[in-house]
């Protein structure tokens, strides 16, 4: 059996940095994942006037519910959705002209149901260039809050971003959704406030949040259950057997839900309160599969599923066009390098195990996740290369090592 130490989980430390940032009171989140994104995110409230101090295990942030302690900065947002998505909503509820930009790649990614939202709300903001995209530009007065519609289905982090914003306004905020992407990720959210103190209520598909401001607390943060995938389905693909410490039943990530997946594939999966472990048993079934809720994992699978018994389709996952890339064409034409059959359509991929594949260079487009896929492919496919096996450090800039000492503790 293989123990395998997972970095915190991004989404998680994004949240929290958020939360801590808005509570009053010093705050201490204990294991926070340090990689790009985080990173991004940290320096981008140090710009906002907070104070983050960071020692290898724990960062410390002196939290401000009147908002940033400066009234004018330039935010570099780098490559982050997080970043890009919750320090604008962060810095609306301050005071001050407050500019925010992000990489090539970022800028291309959907801003707009977010900034409308703001803007139905009362914010005074503008799309300096493109109108839904970065750059833009916050004229912040606070936030009186009420009732605004919003739209999440692209992206479950429009959604975060209101509610986490809802205590810090005047009043409070009725958020009323008319279409929602990757649900578990708000019962992250949701869980992470009431660890600050705030409890929202639901009102079918109305979020209640009420005014009041978040308590300061230390805050451990989980290993990262979308990076865990990766190594779930190495044990899977090879027949070994891996452990994930910390992602167990109390485990608030919904994409440990990828181990069902697994498990309805052949694999065998034990998930206890310290956490999970997968053992592959040399059967890979082919299935049908919606992965509208754990989309960021439908990568993994497309990865393993040339090695499955027959067709592997992942349904409902349209969201994945608009991550760091087209995921579902940057899956397919990966595939297709291999020698896989494949079709794709507006929201879904099946891919068709036929011949065994075979090596190629992966084309990256600058998404971790897609490099990270495949390279559980490469365990079983000699020959697998990548142009850009850098663009990990955006989550896990460990990973080839890991994933490295992982290889040789597997069955070939």
Request: proline letters at 6%; hydrophobic letters at 40%; charged letters at 25%.
């Amino acid at each position: 059996m293989t123990v395998v130490d997972i970095p915190g989980s991004k989404s998680v430390t994004a949240r929290a940095l958020f939360l801590a940032a808005a509570a009053d009171g010093v705050t201490t989140l204990r294991r926070p994942l340090r990689s790009d994104d985080t990173e991004g995110f940290a320096e981008g409230l140090t710009r906002l006037g907070y104070r983050v101090g960071r020692t290898p295990d724990a960062w410390q942030i002196d939290g401000r519910p009147q908002g940033p302690a400066v009234t004018e900065a330039d935010v570099y947002c780098r490559d982050g959705a997080t970043t890009a998505r919750f320090l604008p909503t962060l810095a609306a509820a301050g005071h001050g002209s407050f500019r925010f930009d992000a990489s090539p790649q970022m800028r291309r990614r959907p801003l707009l149901p977010l900034t409308r939202a703001l803007r139905d709300l009362g914010v005074e903001l503008r799309h300096e260039e493109a109108e839904g995209h970065h750059p833009l530009r916050v004229e912040a007065s606070g936030v009186e809050g009420g009732e605004v519609v919003l739209d999440a289905g692209l992206s479950s982090q429009y959604l975060t971003a209101l509610l986490l914003l809802g205590p810090l306004t005047r009043k409070g905020l009725r958020i009323r959704v008319t279409d929602l992407v990757s649900a578990p990720y708000i019962e992250i959210t949701l869980a992470m406030m009431r660890a600050f103190g705030v409890a929202v209520r639901r009102e079918g598909t109305v979020y209640v949040v009420p005014a009041g401001g978040y308590t300061a607390t230390t805050y451990d943060i989980e290993p990262d259950a979308s990076t865990a995938s990766y190594f779930f389905a190495a044990a899977a693909v090879t027949g070994g057997e891996v452990t994930v410490p910390g992602l167990g039943t109390g485990a608030l990530q919904g994409d440990l839900g990828f181990v069902d997946v697994l498990r309805r594939m052949g694999a065998e999966v034990e998930t206890d309160a310290h956490g999970t472990r997968v053992r592959g048993t040399g059967e890979l079934r082919g299935l049908t599969v919606n992965m509208r809720d754990i989309s960021d994992t439908m990568p993994t699978l497309a990865a393993i599923a040339p090695f499955a018994s027959g067709p592997v389709r992942i349904e409902d996952v349209g969201n994945t066009r608009v991550k760091e890339c087209d995921r579902l064409e940057a899956c397919a034409e990966n595939l297709r390098r291999l020698g896989v059959e494949v079709a794709t359509g507006d929201d879904w991929i099946e891919i068709r195990p036929s011949s065994t594949p075979v090596g190629a260079e992966i084309k990256s487009y600058g998404d971790h996740r897609v490099v990270m896929s495949f390279a559980v492919t490469g365990l079983r496919v000699p020959g697998i290369s990548f142009d850009d096996p850098g663009c990990v450090r955006k989550t896990f800039p460990g990973f080839h090592e890991a994933f490295g000492a992982l290889r040789g503790q597997l069955p070939t």
